[in-house]
Every structure is written in C-alpha cells, then in structure tokens.
C-alpha cells in the first residue's frame, strides 16, 4: 500500500492547495475517481464544485470539458454530431464535450430529460452511440456533475435510473470563518487553479486503480454486511424503492478504496459505515407519508446503520 499512499498523498495534497478545508470531501471524491464511479455534487453555488473538477483535472493532467446543462441544450450538444464534408463528400463526426476524460456537467438538472438521457450510455458501458456508430469513451472517464438542492423553479428533477448510475452524491458545505479567510488570501492577486501543477499521470492512475481493485480484500463478513445493509432499504417502511445492485457494487467497491487510502490491504465494517449515505442515500424513493414527515433518505441510511449489526460484534443478551 505505499504505492497507494504516495500517489493518493500527491493528489489530495495538490487538490487542497485550491480547495481548503475540505479533506474529507476530497478524499470522498478521489474515492470516486479510484473506483472509476461518477459523482453528483449536490450544493448551493459559490462552494467550489467546478473548483474541484477542475482541480482533479489538473492534477492528474487528463482533458477536462464543462457542460453548462440549460433547457435548450440538445443530446448532439452533448454527444456530437455527424456532419457532412463538401471536401471528402462524406459524413465527419465531430466529437461532443463529453468525449473527455473528466467531463463536469453543470446544473444537470437544468436540462429537460431527453438531454440527460444522452448521458446514460456513456457514464455506465462508457461508450456513446452516434448515427448507429459506436464509439468508447476516453480512460479514464469521470462526469462530476452538480445540482443546486435549493432552486427548483425551472429544473427537471433526475430520474431515478440516471441517480443510479452516479456512484456518490456528495455535499462540500460552507466553510468555516478561519478557512474562508485563508481562500481570501490565497487569491489576493490570482486564483490558485491557474497555477496547479500535475502531480500524477494518468497512466499511474491507471495503476492506482488496478491496485486497489487487486489488493484489497473484502472479507464475506464485509461482503454480507453490505449486502444486509443495501436489502435492508428495499423492506424499509418509509421508503417506496431501495437501492439497486449497483448500490451494493457502489459500496463494495468504495469500501476497497477507502481501505487503501487509509494504508489497509483489507476492508472493514467501518469503511462500509463511511460511504452509505453518500452511496446509497441518492437511490432511494422515500414513501410520501415520510416525505410528509420531513424524513430523508439521509435518515433511513443513519437508522439502517444503527440497526443492522456489525460482522464480529458481540451481541448483548
């Protein structure tokens, strides 16, 4: 795991020189990059989502592209378009902004749902599909996208298949007095992203992602906790529709890499504690009697946890 550690160390470290206070986010989101899932940055505007993405971008020196979601923008927007060429006398594809290797698609939900549907294909078999031609997506390929939980007026809430194929919804938050003071002073005459530097290549991420998928184990207690866990949601009285398998893969995978940031060959049940609710919480439709009662998918997650037991706990009589 020190080859886990050195390149996790670089990018957290390079990451942090932009976004401050926030290393438990960061991380969060290096998860998400580590297990190749998508992330949903879910946050009032101002806080650094693009920031982030950016930042990421930088720091392992893939191609970034951002798409600003508006109720206008079409699929081919997206996607790309085959367009005809007087000089060959043939259709020529022209490349969309999502054929990049991190790809942040902002204000997703500004977009009516026949635009977003042009993301399914490509964020789960990471291909697109264009005039009956296929063709794969970049390696590595993240879409970090966001959405503002406050202003509604004008959005198209996401479907339930498309918050499924996002393997965590996360929140950055405000941050606290002494760290907003220290971002005044760190752009006092620039703004830190325009000088980040690469620290890691993608070719070592690459490396970073077979690692973890190779070294760390799950034991089948762990295997069997997640599993109790996920099934769990789908019986839960105020939720209408629990997670999906993929929920399970999601946390299954995050607790892998979780592990391997924190110097373990092995994960446990802690690591699995950490990432429910960023991975499960987003695929749950709550029952509209818990809506009514103000009760969040958030809250299901936390009480789940509470009750299930631990693998190797002891149990009191």
Known sequence: MERVAELTGRIVGNVEKVIVGKRAEVEMALIGLICQGHLLIEDVPGVGKTVLAKAFAKSIGCSFRRIQFTPDLLPSDVTGVSVFSQKTGEFEFRPGPIMAQIVL??????????????????????????????????????????????????????????????????????????????????????????????TVSVEELLELQGIVRRQVEVSPLVREYIVALVSSTRQHPEVYLGASPRGSLALFRGSQ????????????????????????????????????????????????LQSIAVPGAMVSA
């Open 105 to 198: 698609a902002d204000e997703i939900n500004r977009a009516t749902p026949k635009t977003q549907s042009a993301l399914l294909e490509c964020m789960e078999e990471r291909q697109i599909t264009v005039d009956g031609v296929t063709r794969r997506m970049p390696v590595p390929f993240l879409v970090m996208a966001t959405q503002n939980p406050i202003e509604y007026e004008g959005t198209f809430p996401l479907p339930e298949a498309q918050l499924d194929r996002f393997m965590m919804r996360i929140r950055l938050g405000y941050p606290r007095r002494g760290e907003e003071v220290e971002i005044l002073g760190r752009q006092k005459e620039a703004h830190p992203i325009d000088t980040l530097g690469q």
């Open 257 to 304: 890499a979780r592990a391997a940031l924190q110097g373990r060959e092995f994960a446990i049940p802690d690591d699995v504690k950490a990432l429910a609710v960023p991975t499960l919480a987003h695929r749950l439709i709550l029952s509209p009697s818990a809506r009514i009662r103000s009760i969040s998918a958030q809250d299901v997650v936390n009480e789940l």
